[in-house]
């Protein structure tokens, strides 16, 4: 699976973006997707999943309630929509993808096997 994530910008504080991941392969339908973001000098964290099977999904405390995350298996694309957008957001975004997956490795960064490129969020005034 190769994955490709799209969509970071600058954008100012209270704004909204919506990040993109595309999967190659058939088999996007059989992988719990994940998206991560790194901030300079902090290491990389979960910021939301979707498992594979469309019906659970897990946010990280600091974005639950402002990010959305949402697949289009017809598409193979993965979406995370982010409201309300603070400076503390400000990273380096990844998507990455774990075949299967359970409520628990969804949340764990050492399931995901692949991963796209990053893409930088800047939240700035």
């Known amino acids: 699976v190769q994955l490709q994530a799209s969509g970071g910008g600058l954008v100012q504080p209270g704004g909204s973006l919506r990040l993109s991941c595309a999967a190659s392969?058939?088999?996007?339908?059989?992988?719990?997707m994940g998206w991560f973001r790194q901030a300079p000098g902090k290491e990389r964290i979960i910021v939301a999943a979707i498992r594979w099977t469309g019906d659970s999904t897990y946010y990280t405390d600091s974005v639950e309630g402002r990010f959305t995350i949402s697949r289009d298996s017809a598409e193979n694309t993965v979406y995370l929509q982010m409201n309300s957008l603070k400076p503390g957001d400000t990273a380096v975004y990844y998507c990455?993808?774990?075949?299967?997956?359970?409520?628990?490795?969804?949340?764990?960064?050492?399931?995901?096997?692949?991963w796209g490129q990053g893409t930088l969020v800047t939240v700035s005034s």
């Open positions: 990455a993808g774990q075949y299967l997956g359970t409520l628990d490795t969804m949340k764990d960064g050492h399931e995901y096997r692949y």
């Open positions: 392969g058939r088999m996007f339908g059989t992988y719990t």
